[in-house]
C-alpha cells in the first residue's frame, strides 16, 4: 500500500502546476483522500480535501485558485494549483485516510517540492 506523488517544480508567480498522485495496493473509491504541505519551519497543514463521492473542500488560502480532483479508473487524486503564490512554496504531500473498506491506517506519499518565486 503506498501513494507515489509527483508533479512538483519551480516556478514564477502566477503560473501553474499539477499535482498527482497515484495510489497502488487500495482502491481510492473508497478513501477520502487529501493533500497536505509543509513549509520549512511551519507546521503541516492540509490543503485539499475530497472525500470518497468527490465532495471537495479547501483551506482558506487557496480557495478558488486549487483544485483536488479523483479518477477513480486510474486511481490517482490531483491537485491543480493556480495562481501560485510565493506563500505556497512547501513540500506537498498526498494522504489517504483511514476507512472501513479503504485503507486501515493513514498512507502518507513521498512529498513533492513546489517552489514559487517572485
Known amino acids: 500500500v503506498q501513494l507515489q506523488a509527483s508533479g512538483g517544480g519551480s516556478v514564477q508567480s502566477g503560473e501553474s502546476l499539477r499535482l498527482s498522485c497515484k495510489a497502488i495496493?487500495?482502491?481510492?473509491?473508497?478513501?477520502?483522500m487529501a493533500w497536505y504541505r509543509q513549509a520549512p519551519g511551519k507546521q503541516r497543514e492540509m490543503v485539499a480535501r475530497?472525500?470518497?463521492?468527490?465532495?471537495?473542500t479547501y483551506v482558506d488560502s487557496v480557495k478558488s485558485r486549487f483544485t483536488i480532483s479523483r479518477d477513480n479508473a486510474v486511481n490517482t487524486v490531483y491537485l491543480q494549483m493556480n495562481s501560485l503564490k510565493p506563500e505556497d512554496t512547501a513540500v506537498y504531500y498526498c494522504?489517504?485516510?483511514?476507512?472501513?473498506?479503504?485503507?486501515?491506517?493513514?498512507?502518507w506519499g513521498q512529498g513533492t517540492q513546489v517552489t514559487v518565486s517572485s
Open positions: 494522504n489517504a485516510e483511514p476507512s472501513p473498506f479503504g485503507v486501515a491506517r493513514h498512507v
Open positions: 495496493g487500495f482502491d481510492i473509491r473508497f478513501s477520502h
Open positions: 475530497t472525500s470518497n463521492v468527490g465532495a471537495a
